[in-house]
């Protein structure tokens, strides 16, 4: 299992949801450090080696290294704001 690291802007997110989504991320959070390669995800086009998952209402913005899953962004999956930050610049 991969350890994972929360990006700064990722933990704040999640802190300010209710419990019950910050739950069902963090078990998606778990499942993707469980088994990355079998859990549905797609390269985001123009960031490699980023990658992004869906959980619920959500998007979780990623990257794995060796031992590591590093969440770089979580947002609303319905608003662009999440691309709108990745866009301004390197938050790995």
Not at 3 to 27: C, H, V, W
Not at 45 to 64: D, I, M, N, S, T
């Amino acid at each position: 299992m991969r350890r994972i690291d929360l990006s700064r802007q990722a933990f704040d997110f999640l802190q300010a949801l209710p419990a019950k989504q910050g739950r069902q991320i963090a078990e998606k959070l778990r499942r993707l450090a469980e088994n990355a390669e079998g859990t549905p995800s797609e390269q985001l086009k123009g960031y490699a080696p980023l990658r992004r998952l869906r959980a619920g209402e959500f998007r979780v913005v990623f990257r794995l290294e060796d031992d590591l899953l590093k969440i770089v962004l979580i947002g609303k999956r319905n608003d662009d704001e999440i691309y709108r930050l990745l866009a301004r610049g390197p938050q790995m």
